[in-house]
């Protein structure tokens, strides 16, 4: 029991990294983006090919939060030219973009193979601790690491820019100000705690495939944003349990429901989840965590 509620923590440590970086894209600057998955990937097999080549960790590691942000900046180009409906298109399109590319390059990929026998955390840096272990403490402290980080950003004068994009874009041109730099710069930050998050998944599974990377992922994250608290630094921690504690908790229904075969159980997940956002939007349509104080 204790092994299987650290493997839930470990999940669910790495879909708030992703929901961090979502919440700064949307929460906080209001972009549309349905592709997040798509920089998880990146980050996923850049750590993981890196890492199989024998490249140290933590320069993998390095190497896969650069490259997911770096894959963000054509997204953040396109975001000064689109609506955020156009944009919530393109991105969707760029996350699935990445996918056949992880298909098709085979050279580089594996494709549809997927690539075995990644390191783990414990093994690739040496501790003398489970490689579960070793990734749950990790991973607690680079969360914390992200939030700081958001703080931080959020009470500069580059988060209130942010936040008058999201808010109102005109009036801060009005005020001289180029929200293009801003959405650029947000583009990159928010995908790059999603690469840091596919690392740290690809060497806690040990081994990636295409199929980890659908866009279902990208909306159980906004699921977890969107319960906890759009543009909330604790909505996005506090949204990700939830969202995991349901989703797990969701698995013994077919203790309380007889009759439901496992593959009808998945879709009956789904509607679960479903009923609970509608729920939500009705009795706390700013999230768990949202303002209600006016």
């Known amino acids: 029991m204790e092994g299987y509620l650290l493997a839930v923590g470990v999940i669910a440590l790495i879909y708030?990294?992703?929901t961090l970086g979502l919440n700064l894209h949307y929460g906080f600057t209001g972009l549309i983006n349905f592709g997040h998955v798509g920089f998880f990937a990146?980050?996923?097999y850049t750590s993981a090919i890196l890492a199989v080549h024998g490249?140290?960790?933590?320069?993998?590691?390095?190497?896969?939060?650069?490259?997911?942000?770096l894959s963000a900046w054509p997204l953040g180009v396109l975001s000064l030219r689109l609506r955020i409906e156009y944009l919530a298109i393109v991105t969707l399109g760029f996350s699935e973009a990445v996918r056949l590319f992880i298909v098709n390059e085979r050279w580089l990929t594996n494709g549809v193979q997927g690539i075995p026998g990644i390191p783990s955390l414990s093994e690739g840096l040496g501790l003398p601790m489970s490689a579960t272990t070793a990734t749950f403490i990790l991973l607690v402290l680079a969360n914390l690491a992200a939030i700081l980080v958001i703080h931080r950003i959020v009470k500069s004068p580059f988060g209130r820019a942010i936040e008058a994009i999201r808010d109102d874009e005109e009036a801060l041109r009005a005020l001289g100000k180029d929200p293009g730099s801003f959405k650029i710069r947000v583009f990159m930050l928010g995908a790059a705690f999603a690469g840091l998050g596919g690392a740290f998944y690809a060497h806690y599974i040990t081994f990636v495939t295409p199929d980890q990377f659908l866009p279902l992922l990208t909306f159980y994250i906004w699921v977890a944003m969107i319960l906890g608290g759009a543009g909330r630094v604790s909505g996005a921690a506090v949204g990700t349990l939830?969202?995991?504690?349901?989703?797990?908790?969701?698995?013994?229904?077919?203790?309380?429901v007889p009759g439901v075969a496992e593959?009808?159980?998945?879709s009956l997940r789904l509607g679960v989840v479903g009923l609970a956002l509608i729920l939500l939007v009705i009795y706390r349509p700013g999230g768990i965590m949202g303002d209600y104080s006016s």
């Open 16 to 18: 708030m990294l992703m």
């Open 242 to 256: 939830a969202l995991v504690g349901f989703l797990e908790g969701s698995r013994f229904l077919r203790d309380i």
């Open 42 to 44: 990146v980050g996923a």
């Open 55 to 69: 490249v140290w960790l933590p320069l993998a590691f390095l190497a896969a939060v650069v490259l997911a942000a």
């Open 263 to 266: 593959v009808e159980m998945a």
